[in-house]
């Protein structure tokens, strides 16, 4: 049996509920989560402290922690603004010294209003996403850390990355050892599943998030879904896979129902 890696977002459950999940993630057998600094502390001062403190209770508990996400949350930060250029970097620097906290080896990159172009051309903007992320590359090859690009749909206000073959053009050419894509499903809901560019770009996905607003992936799937889990199940590259649940107020009852749901569809 091909074992797969299974972890759970934090971004349906705060501070107050770490016991319940840390539990029933266990219950469950799975790995770890991936982690949203913002939705678990109050604000990004003071964070490199406090998460060596939460780091002790992840450690004792032996859950890892997959990926770094949510990672421009409450930042008044743009890409394509050349005079915040520095300010970027030296947060992406901060994220990595988050990264080597928790000893996470993934960073995932989605913030539709950092990466904004606004009244950019189309050129001019490719042409500065991939020069930073070139730029970027080191600072991850060093700490041997992947910084994971996701696409994000035009209903959640994203104005840049909205196609799948839009992300894998810019990988492709950012070229970087560390610059990969984090498969987020969460555009099925507005567009076509490619199943072609999808395993034809494999070598480029390094982590996959089912995406599932307010519980609904599992409750009520459709083709898309179903196909995609039967195609993750089969295909022995596909390592890491998270749940993402956005929910603003967790429903433990329905939370329990979807991680059992996608360690059965994966493993039975």
Not at 146 to 167: D, M, V
Not at 176 to 189: A, G, L, M, R, V
């Amino acid at each position: 049996m091909n074992k797969k890696k299974l972890y759970v977002s934090n971004l349906c459950w705060g501070k107050k509920n770490i016991s319940f999940i840390i539990n029933e993630i266990k219950r469950e057998n799975f790995s770890g989560i991936d982690f949203a600094p913002l939705n678990y502390f109050d604000s990004w001062k003071n964070i490199l402290d406090n998460s060596k403190k939460l780091n002790k209770i992840f450690k004792k508990e032996n859950i890892k922690i997959n990926a770094i996400q949510g990672i421009f949350f409450k930042k008044k930060l743009n890409l394509f603004e050349i005079d915040q250029r520095k300010k970027i970097t030296n947060h992406f620097k901060l994220i990595i010294k988050l990264c080597r906290i928790f000893n996470s080896k993934k960073i995932v990159l989605g913030s539709s209003s950092f990466r904004n172009p606004k009244n950019l051309e189309k050129k001019t903007a490719d042409n500065y996403f991939i020069s930073y992320f070139k730029y970027l590359n080191q600072f991850l090859k060093k700490n041997r850390i992947y910084l994971c690009i996701e696409t994000i749909p035009k209903n959640y206000k994203e104005k840049y990355i909205f196609k799948f073959s839009k992300l894998v053009y810019l990988i492709s050419k950012i070229n970087s050892s560390n610059i990969k894509i984090n498969f987020d499903t969460s555009f099925f809901h507005y567009s076509k599943f490619d199943k072609k560019i999808f395993l034809n770009n494999l070598k480029k996905i390094k982590n996959i998030q089912i995406s599932q607003p307010k519980f609904t992936y599992f409750s009520s799937p459709t083709k898309k879904n179903l196909a995609f889990l039967k195609l993750l199940k089969k295909n022995k590259k596909t390592k890491d896979i998270s749940l993402e649940i956005i929910d603003k107020k967790l429903n433990k009852i329905k939370f329990i129902k979807s991680i059992q749901k996608l360690k059965s569809s994966l493993y039975n």
